[in-house]
């Protein structure tokens, strides 16, 4: 459905300067509203640029319901991560020209024609990459690449369990997974799912079912996982779900595995301890938004990384629909009911 269209700006529509998707109040897509603003002015130290395409993150289901870590003065627009051109410099700008096409990771404000930010925040997006593979890159294998190496001390040979594994983490730690020498096993909701992440690499993958369960259908749930494991485990699980489906998943993990803790769309689940004990085991928080922030010089190193499996070919963001900015709110609907294979992408004109 498109998003309710009103006008704020002077004069007619068609001489409206932007138009940006807004989130006026606390609620699910349905409440966004496509408005009429005038152009934002780069200040000193800024970047205007003109949005060609928006990705859809969880975190974009969650902002607008005043669920995620940060909560932006509203009215305001979601969409965290994106890729266009730069049309006009602040004072003090040097390192762009107008005319660079770039892409980024913004925090909010992406479901816009054009948005102010400041240039460290953005990349070169290479001229043989569209605007929206640029916008589907960063986010997911920004945080896929601190998680792995960073968090889980991922090794080649050892055994990766991925969760949620078509998404667009997921299908990332299938990529990096396999880049990185490691077995991987993908476990998804379904088939079609399932198909995804082979077609990324994974070595192996099951099908789990619909939480919520029981303890016994908990416990039922890791015997797959531990029969997909072998006899030693998995060294790392990277899981992007939470909810009932962490529990079954830390019964199949190594002795001195590491058990990454990357988000929560099926809900935060409570672990039993003893559990980690039994394993010797670590669980390990991965908030890449706060590594980036706190290390800028490590986050740096690791898109140029990532920047170089890209070109190898190693790695592709998987976009599997684009929409409208009109249908910006249903973008995130699909990302909200978990139907998302790989990435959804606003495409902005």
Known sequence: SKARWINTAP?????????ALLSTASGGPETLELTDLPDPTPAAG????????????????????????????RPFAPGGEIAGVIKALGEGVTDWQIGDRVMGVIGHGGLATKIVTEPQRLYRLPEERSFAEG??????????????????????????????????VGLAAIELGKAYGARVVAA?????????????????????????????????????????????????IYDPVGGDYAEPALRSI??????????FPAGIPRLPLNLTLLKSCDVCG??????????????????????????????????????????????????AARAAIGKLVVEVD
């Open 254 to 263: 190594a002795w001195e595995g590491r058990y990454l803790v990357v988000g």
């Open 135 to 168: 916008a589907a890159l960063i986010l997911t294998y920004g945080t896929t690449i601190h998680s792995l190496p960073d968090r889980g001390h991922l090794k080649s040979g050892q055994s990766l369990l991925v969760l949620g594994a078509a998404g667009g």
């Open 188 to 236: 998804v909701s379904s088939h079609e799912k399932a198909a995804a992440a082979k077609a990324a690499g994974a070595d192996e993958t099951l099908v789990y079912g619909r939480a919520p369960f029981d303890k016994d259908q908990s416990k039922a749930l890791a015997e797959p996982f531990k029969a997909a494991g072998g006899r030693g485990g998995y060294d790392v």
């Open 286 to 335: 991965v908030f890449w938004g706060a590594f980036a922030a706190r290390d800028p010089q490590a986050n740096a190193a690791h898109v140029a990384e990532l920047f170089r499996l890209w070109s190898e070919g190693k790695i592709a963001p998987k976009v599997t629909e684009t929409f409208a900015l009109s249908r910006g709110g249903d973008a995130i609907a699909k990302m």
């Open 11 to 19: 004069g007619s529509r068609a001489g409206a300067d932007m138009r």
């Open 46 to 73: 800024q970047v205007l640029i003109a949005v060609k395409a928006c990705a859809i993150n969880y975190p974009d289901v969650l902002i607008i319901e005043d669920k995620y870590q940060f909560k932006p003065q």
